[in-house]
């Protein structure tokens, strides 16, 4: 099946459909606009020159904190809010009073622009979750507090939005205090029991590092006129994709769960998958076969020289004191429970496991699931006796 999909790109390709190109402020903007509530873009520049844009709902509330909500590999804001009122986590917490704030990462397509560099130069590509968690995170927080005016903030993440989550904590640990509470649905951390074929994909290094340099492409699911995701999306939208095509190839990838409001699929495809780099797939595949939660090998020689020890260090997790609460599922063939559970085993302040009750809940359920935002507003409950006030007993 993946293969007949490919055959349509393909023959959609000679085609050379015009497809109809918006800035990629306009379309953030229209993904809350559209449902009637207000918003706000920001800029946000990392220390390593990286141009990020952060999506605010502004909060109706001053006892209420702000929340930083960030997607996983691939996706970008626009996932947040894609199910629409009172079912996508972005306007369910707006709803409660809530400052939200919606991140972007480096090399999405709303997160393209940079100092110096071009995204059409493999230097701009030269990023993992690494740098995501030590620079893009730290970036958003701060930017958050500074206008804001607030001590700490609430966080969601979804699969790599935890894992970069947990470098910055990690590593940069003053940042833990700067956060009430942290809630990591599938924290790609671990992901040596994944089973996807994604995974086994990514664990090719060799391969897909030597596909990068041969072909000269570092980004991957990028979008743009002629990209086989907007022609997908536009093959789809015109009925010469059928549905049911793109959930068998979905399902491939994630496992078989037919969870998905049919009419929300297509505005699904219209902007995910946003793109990534290909270091961002590299640094997974190490992390599966070394069956650790490490920082990127360069190998034995570049890795004496960057960190002096043939192998990568692990991220010293002990670090991440923050109040940590995951949500995984059985369903999950990216970051299976036996993944989870050995990350908690490692974090000093896990308050809250919480194991998704339907057992076909899969990986892309934590944005999709037509009753995601049950989970959602559960979260969202859990920080309504958490005041700002309180912030200030410290
Ligand atoms: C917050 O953002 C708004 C809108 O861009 C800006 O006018 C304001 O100066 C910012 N405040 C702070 C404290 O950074
Ligand atoms: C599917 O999405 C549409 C459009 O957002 C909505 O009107 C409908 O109620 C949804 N259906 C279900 C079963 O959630
Ligand atoms: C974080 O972990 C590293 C490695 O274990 C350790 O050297 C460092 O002292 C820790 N930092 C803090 C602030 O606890």
Redo the contacts with the bound molecule.
Sequence with gaps: MARAILLVTLALTSTSLVVGVKKPGEVLRHSIARHGYPVELHKVTTSDGYILSLVRIPGRSADKKPVLILHGLLSSSIDWTV??PD?SLAFIAADEGHDVWLGNVRGNTFSKEHEKLSSKEREYWRFSFHEIGLYDLPAMVDYIRGNTSTDAIHYVAHSQGGAAFLVMASMRPAYNARFASVHLMAPAAYIHHATSPAVEFAARIDELELFAKLTRSYEIGGRGAGSSADLVYTGHKTGLVPTSLVLTNIWYLVGVHDSI????LGEILANTPAGCSVYQLLHYGQNYRAKAFQQYDHGAAGNIQRYASRVPPEYPLHNVTAPVVLYYSEGDNFVPPADVEELADQLPNVVHKHQIGARKWNHIDFLYH?AAHRLYRTIVASWRDQTVEEQNVE
């Design positions: 199910q629409g079912r409001n049919r009419t929300v037509v």
